[in-house]
Every structure is written in structure tokens, then in C-alpha cells.
């Protein structure tokens, strides 16, 4: 028999090997919960609910008084977690436990009596017992490792049931449904429970009469006069949500216009389901006049004292006292420019107290990066009103040092680095940071001088900038007081960095200003009016030079990214967090947007500089969106996330090419993690071999991406997570690469009507450690549709084998190693 036969059935007896376990495993989970119960026990399977139309499921879903056990997926009836519990449990002995904790009383008692009359010993031997029993105590309590990463049976109980329908009735009520019912079906299959709450709502109550009474003119006037802010509204469902964000809203606009004493325990509503008939409600507001004043007072800043250096030692009996803007600055001695300070205030005397602006003028202080606290308080004694600003300077140097193992996917060696980060704040008094960053690393990387061999791979850079917390820009003083609230910084910046390999020697200078600013941490904008690069390769060995040709010759761009060449571009990227992007807890989403300007200053100042120095030159516009939705699920730990990535980059001038690092690419960690990074694409182009045979050895450059793909992620036990995911995309290249012969290098590269033909399909799965400071993420990728082969042989998933996929020198799982999540 061949040994091609031979090696496929073994792959094939190895799939059905794969394939018995798990469906032992299916059914031993399955079935490990249901053994364990008592005669008259039965488990809760699951629970549903049906017949609500308006109400959200999910928000009654939250209201389940007991949960069913957590399953690694929710479609297929895999108990691990109760398994691990019974596990744990049936090796769990209270007895033995309890004679370790006498044991280690004994042990320690002897301990202490031989040290009598060393009290600092003693105690020491006091402190190691009490956290040696405290351990014992939290095993009893809460069982043995096994059992606290796993879940104990749920067992149905008819108490919870009854406890869920109350609470689902009240949450009904809350939203309008006075007569709204809920009640359980109980089905059984041999000893499973299922329950499917069936809600009614009936017809909701809505807002009609909406009515304010204070007692006083200014409150009533003020209130009126933002009544188009109300979030209650005539014909609005009954809502106890919107009763109480409407309390809400009027405390704030109270604290907002000078009432600082103002409690949202002095409003209250008077509501009468009656009154009005036909399941009308009428709501009235009552605002309560505090009870030691008597009435509302109007706060008056009178005084404004900066105090810049709090709790900070000092020889000096009183502080300095300076006058800037009607601010009254105190320091034992004078480090802060008070016209920069100033840019970040926005209480004056002569102001109503305003709570915003005191949190804006909180917030802007501490983004300086200059104070380790930022404290506002106000003083009301003798009849005075005034706000007193507190702030602790930071150290002025301040140096962080890190060192570690550089590991990735492609990489054959770990290597060592050290990172470097040095400090210096307020520079020049004017609360500039001056930043040095460095960075030492060797890699061991694929040599291309020889097939297999390991090359040492040495990098040094360093980068040297300047923020200062303003905008440089010819603005008039009023108008950067203004911009204050946007956190506005300017940075100057200057780089170089090295690299050192056997096949090359590579130097790039950088250098750029940079324009930053946000309005709150949701919504972050970066400007870079210059952004340059001078790059420069050096020392190509001839094996090297020979792939660069033969990159060449398959028509990719990669030999250009070796060239002497000078990239200049200016940009433009604002990032959009909606609702804190990537908590479990909350639905989510993320928004980058960045276009991009290259070559512009040469527009103006033309190439012929550059020419003489034979540096390469580019003009181009890009344009890059990235949009990402997090959405977690009822089931305890589950998340669905996605994303959708897209892209254009249209060179012109010249050359009609994108810099090298200004393309797009596809594959690897964070895009289709079927295919090794950057290894994907452009469109349908085949990188076949001499033998025939596509080889994905070379990066493969595009101007257009495309990019989805959707995760489903659950906490498996401990700091351990694991996840499926279906990823899809590619890149294409607007025209076609065309080689100084005239023939195209790429074919079936470019982006065509057809272009849905050439999305790549790749599906896996992966498992993530979660140490809470570090994610650490292990995915492993197939391919499901392939575009670079022949139509009608794209479908590669059913000619899966265990070592590779026929007529490709790819792997049949792809391992991608990455820090955090994909995306």
C-alpha cells in the first residue's frame, strides 16, 4: 500500500479517535448531574420565557431567582463545571479537615510555649496560625479547589420558581403593566425540569398629566425653562426608571445653577393611577424645601484658593501667595505656570457654584499628569462661599524599567528585552512632560540565508518627545481657556531605531508633531500635521537580495519596504468608546476612524530633493474603519463580540504605490486567523510554487481590506477562557501590478465586481489565561474557504487532515499567539 494511503487513513482513524472521546464526553457530562439526585430531586434544565412583546427578555431573564448549571456550550448538554464539583466533592472530608486545623494548633501552641517571653516572635507564630486555620476555614466553607471552580447541582426548587414570578410581576408593574401576570409551566422529563414563564402584560399605563409644585419661583422658573430636557413625557409608558433618572436630571440642574446644598431627597412624586381613568397617570413633582435653611439658597463663589503643593514636607512656616486671574494661588515655592494652570480651571469668584465645571476643572488638573491627587472642596463658614483646589505634585523624574521574553507565533527563539521609559515633568515650568523611551531586543528569527537556520535578530531605538498641555497654535488666550476642557496637548517627537540581521541592516529616523485632545474618555481625537520617516536598509547579503527578487517577481511590493526611501504624512484618527468597550457586564461597542494624507508636503515643495539623494518617494490618501460590538449574554461569563474592519489606501503621484508599512494586510492574531500574518491575499492571486504548489512564505500587501469576524466567548474555570470564532476577509489592490514587462505579477489581485468570490473564510478555536493585569491568548485557526485556489476547490474544510492540506505548504491549524484579545 503507498504510504500517501497509508498516511491519509491514519489521519482519518485519528479524526474518529477525536470524535469517540468526544461523544463519551458528551454523554458522561451529560448524565453525571442527573445520577447524583435524590429520589424525589429533579435538575433544573433549563428556562425560557414567552408572550412578552414590549418588555426585554433579557431584562426579566436577570430576575431568575435560580439558574440552571453553566454548560461550556450552551447547545450541547456539557455539565464540566458540576462534574469538577461532584469531582471535588467526593473526595472532600469534613473530619480529616477539622484534624489538620487541630494539627496545626497543636504544632503552632508547641511553638509558641518554647518561645515564651519573646513577644515579637510570638507574635509572628500568632499571625502564621491564623492564616493557616483561616485557609482550613475557607475549604469548609466554600470546599476544596475542585469544587470552587466548579457549581453544585441545580436542583429545582418550587420556592425560587414562586420568588422569580414575584419579581417579574413587580418588574412589569415598574414599567406600566399594573395587571401584567406571569405564571410558570413545569415540564418533566425523567428527572429534568424545564420552565417556560409565560408572561401576559396587558395593556400599559401611560404619562398624561405631568405637574410641578416647589414652592418657590426661581426653582419652578428654572425647571420650566429646561422642560424640553424633561425625560418624562405625555403619552410615555409608566416607567419607575424614568421617575427616578428625571430625579436625576433636576438634581443635577439644581447643583448646575448655584444650589449646592440641593438633595435629590427632597424630591419626591404624588401619583395617582385614578384620577383620570382609561389607564392614565397622572405624576406630580414635588421639590421639598430643606428643612434647617427653609428654603432653596443661591451659592456664590466668593473666593477661589489654589493650594499646589499639598501635603508636601517642607522647612518653610507659610506658603507664598500670588494673584492670577482672580485665583489665589498658595506654594512654598513657585514651580507652575499660572496661565497654563489657569487654561484648566473653570470656577471663578463671582460664579454660580456649578458641580460640571468643578468635575471638568477636577479632571483637566489630574490629565495634566503633573499631581498625585486633585481635591475640590467648598467652604460655607462665615458666610462665605468659597472653593478651595488641592493638588500633590508628582515626583518630577520618574524612571520604569521592564524586562522580559519577547514571544510570538512566527518567532523560532524567544528573545530577551529591556524597555525603558524616562520622565521629566514640568521642564520648563510650564507643565511640559519630557519622555525618553528606549528599547533593547534580540530575536531569534527564520534567516534567510539559509533554509531553517535561526538568525540573531538585534534592535536599539529610542524616541524623545515633548508634550506640552496646549495647543500650539496661533489661538487668541480666550480661545485656549475655552479649549481647556478638551485636554488639549502638543507633542513634538523625534526617533531612530536600529535593527541588525544577518541578511540586513535597517535604520529609521522619525520624527513628527502631533495635536491631541478629548471631551470626555469616551471620545479621543489625534491630529499629526508632520509625521516623517527616513528609511534606509543597508548590508543585504545576496541570499536575501534573492528573495527580495523573487518577491519581486511574484509581483508583491516587498522589496520596496528595503529601499532608501522618505515617507511623510499628516492624519487625522478619532476613537469612539461606547459604554466602556469590553466589559463583560455591558453592551458595548468601539468606533476608530483615521484618514490619512501622504506626500502632501511634497505637493508643496516638490521631489527634487528627494531625488537627489535617490530616495523613494510616495503620495497617497488613506482612509481605515474599524467598528466593534461587545454584546454579553444571560448565560453567566458568555460573551458574542465582532467586528468589521475596512480600508482603502490610493497612491498617485509618481510611482503609484503605498509605502510599504502603509498597506494593508491580512491574516494572522488579530484578522483571519487562518492564515499566518499578513500571509492572506490580494483577492483570488495564487502564490503557487515551481512544484505547483501555493506557497504563503511572503507577506502580501493590498490597498483594500475587507474584514469581519464574530467570537463567541465563555469563562471555562479559573483564569482560563476559551472561544469559537469565524473570521472572514481579504485584501485587493486597485490596479493590477504590472512588472516592467508588461505582464501582471498578481492576477486576480485587483478588486473586481466579483469581489465576494475572494473573501476568505477560517474558523477554530482558541483559549485565553486571564491574569487580570495580562491576557494571554492561544487561537487556532482552519481554513474554511480558500481563495487562492481554483473555483470549485476553495471549499478546503472537508479535506481537513491532521498535518496539512493538500496542494498548500500551510499547516492544517494555523497557531496564533497573541497579548489581549483579538479585537
Not at 292 to 314: E, L, S
Not at 519 to 528: C, G, H, I, K
Request: with cysteine; charged share 25%; net charge positive.
Amino acid at each position: 500500500m503507498p504510504f500517501e494511503i497509508i498516511r491519509e487513513r491514519i489521519g482519518n482513524l485519528r479524526s474518529y479517535y477525536l470524535l469517540y472521546w468526544l461523544l463519551v464526553s458528551l454523554f458522561f457530562t451529560g448524565c453525571i448531574g442527573t445520577k447524583n439526585l435524590e429520589q424525589d430531586q429533579y435538575l433544573l434544565s433549563n428556562q425560557r420565557i414567552k408572550g412578552n412583546k414590549k418588555v426585554e427578555s433579557e431584562n426579566l431573564a436577570e430576575l431568575y431567582q435560580q439558574r440552571p448549571n453553566r454548560k461550556v456550550l450552551k447547545v450541547f448538554p456539557i455539565s464540566l463545571y458540576t462534574w469538577m464539583y461532584q469531582t471535588g466533592a467526593n473526595k472532600f472530608d469534613t473530619t480529616k479537615i477539622l484534624g489538620k486545623k487541630d494539627k496545626i494548633v497543636s504544632k503552632f501552641d508547641c511553638k509558641i510555649e518554647r518561645h515564651t517571653g519573646d513577644p515579637v516572635k510570638i507574635a509572628k507564630l500568632e499571625s502564621r496560625k491564623t492564616a493557616k486555620l483561616a485557609k482550613k476555614d475557607e475549604v469548609l466553607k466554600n470546599g476544596n479547589s475542585f469544587m470552587q471552580m466548579g457549581e453544585p447541582l441545580s436542583v429545582y426548587d418550587s420556592a425560587m420558581t414562586s420568588a422569580t414570578i414575584e419579581q417579574m410581576t413587580r418588574y412589569l408593574h415598574s414599567k406600566g403593566f399594573f395587571h401584567g401576570k406571569v405564571e410558570a409551566e413545569i415540564r418533566t422529563n425523567e428527572k429534568r425540569v424545564s420552565l417556560i414563564y409565560h408572561v401576559e402584560e396587558q395593556e400599559p399605563y401611560i404619562f398624561d398629566s405631568l405637574m410641578l409644585v416647589t414652592g418657590d419661583s426661581g426653582v419652578t422658573a428654572l425647571i420650566n425653562s429646561t422642560s424640553k430636557s424633561s425625560l418624562l413625557r405625555r403619552g410615555q409608558n409608566y416607567d419607575t426608571d424614568k421617575l427616578d433618572a428625571e430625579i436625576l436630571r433636576i438634581e443635577n440642574l439644581m447643583k448646575d445653577n448655584g444650589y449646592y446644598e440641593f438633595s435629590r431627597r427632597l424630591i419626591e412624586y404624588a401619583v395617582d393611577t385614578a384620577i383620570l381613568g382609561n389607564r392614565r397617570v397622572a405624576i406630580k413633582t414635588i421639590i421639598n424645601n430643606p428643612s434647617k435653611r427653609g428654603f432653596h439658597k443661591v451659592f456664590m463663589v466668593d473666593t477661589v484658593i489654589f493650594t499646589t503643593d499639598a501635603n508636601v514636607p517642607t522647612t518653610k512656616l507659610r506658603r507664598d501667595t500670588r494673584i492670577y486671574n482672580r485665583i489665589t494661588y498658595r506654594f512654598f515655592d513657585e514651580k507652575y505656570s499660572k496661565k497654563i494652570l489657569d487654561r484648566r480651571l473653570f470656577i471663578y469668584p463671582g460664579d454660580l457654584y456649578n458641580k460640571t465645571k468643578t468635575f471638568n476643572t477636577q479632571r483637566q488638573l489630574a490629565n495634566l499628569d503633573m499631581f498625585k491627587f486633585v481635591n475640590i472642596n467648598y467652604d460655607t463658614t462665615g458666610n462665605k462661599f468659597i472653593a478651595n483646589i488641592f493638588t500633590s505634585p508628582l515626583n518630577r523624574n520618574q524612571l520604569t524599567q521592564e524586562v522580559g521574553i519577547n514571544v510570538t507565533a512566527n518567532q523560532r527563539v524567544p528573545g530577551p528585552f529591556y524597555d525603558f521609559n524616562f520622565k521629566n515633568r514640568n521642564t520648563f515650568g510650564g507643565l511640559e512632560i519630557l519622555e525618553f523611551n528606549g528599547r533593547l531586543g534580540i530575536n531569534g528569527v527564520a534567516s534567510y540565508s539559509s533554509e531553517g537556520a535561526i538568525a540573531n535578530s538585534r534592535e536599539v531605538g529610542g524616541n524623545l518627545s515633548l508634550t506640552l498641555p496646549d495647543f500650539v497654535f496661533p489661538l487668541s488666550n480666550s480661545m485656549k481657556s475655552r479649549l481647556g476642557e478638551l485636554n488639549p496637548r502638543t507633542q513634538f517627537a523625534i526617533g531612530y531605531d536600529f535593527v541588525n540581521r544577518i541578511d540586513f541592516t535597517r535604520d529609521n529616523f522619525s520624527t513628527s508633531v502631533k495635536y491631541f485632545w478629548q471631551r470626555d474618555q469616551s471620545r479621543l481625537f489625534t491630529f499629526a500635521l508632520a509625521d516623517l520617516n527616513l528609511i534606509d536598509t543597508r548590508n543585504i547579503s545576496p541570499e536575501f537580495q534573492d528573495e527580495l527578487d523573487e518577491s519581486d517577481s511574484l509581483g508583491t511590493s516587498f522589496h520596496r519596504a528595503f529601499e532608501p526611501s522618505f515617507v511623510s504624512s499628516m492624519y487625522l484618527q478619532s476613537i469612539f468608546d461606547f459604554n466602556q468597550y469590553g466589559t463583560y457586564q455591558k453592551n458595548s461597542s468601539y468606533l476608530r476612524t483615521f484618514i490619512e494624507s501622504g506626500g502632501t508636503f511634497l505637493n508643496v515643495y516638490g521631489t527634487r530633493f528627494l531625488e537627489n539623494d535617490s530616495l523613494e518617494n510616495f503620495q497617497f490618501v488613506k482612509l481605515n474603519i474599524d467598528y466593534r460590538k461587545h454584546i454579553p449574554l444571560t448565560l453567566q461569563g458568555a460573551v458574542i463580540a465582532y467586528r468589521i474592519n475596512a480600508g482603502v489606501g490610493i497612491p498617485y503621484g509618481d510611482n503609484k504605490i503605498l509605502p510599504y508599512e502603509k498597506n494593508f494586510f491580512a491574516g494572522g492574531s488579530s484578522s483571519v486567523r487562518a492564515w499566518g500574518p499578513r500571509r492572506l491575499g490580494p483577492g483570488s492571486f495564487s502564490p503557487v510554487n515551481e512544484e505547483g504548489i501555493i506557497n504563503y512564505n511572503f507577506e502580501q500587501p493590498g490597498e483594500i481590506i475587507l474584514e469581519a469576524s464574530i467570537e463567541y466567548r465563555q469563562k471555562l474555570v479559573g483564569f482560563l477562557d476559551w472561544a469559537l470564532f469565524l473570521d472572514a476577509g481579504n485584501t485587493w489592490t486597485i490596479r493590477d501590478d504590472v512588472g516592467d514587462d508588461g505582464e501582471v505579477r498578481r492576477p486576480g489581485g485587483k478588486f473586481e465586481e466579483d469581489f465576494y468570490k475572494e473573501i476568505a473564510l477560517g474558523t477554530g478555536m482558541g483559549f485565553r489565561m486571564d491574569f487580570t493585569f495580562l491576557i494571554l491568548r492561544f487561537d487556532m485557526g482552519v481554513k474554511v474557504y480558500e481563495p487562492a485556489r481554483p473555483e470549485g476547490e476553495r471549499w478546503v474544510l472537508r479535506k481537513f487532515k491532521f498535518g496539512g492540506i493538500e496542494g498548500s505548504t500551510d499547516n492544517s491549524i494555523t497557531l496564533n499567539i497573541g497579548i489581549g484579545y483579538p479585537f
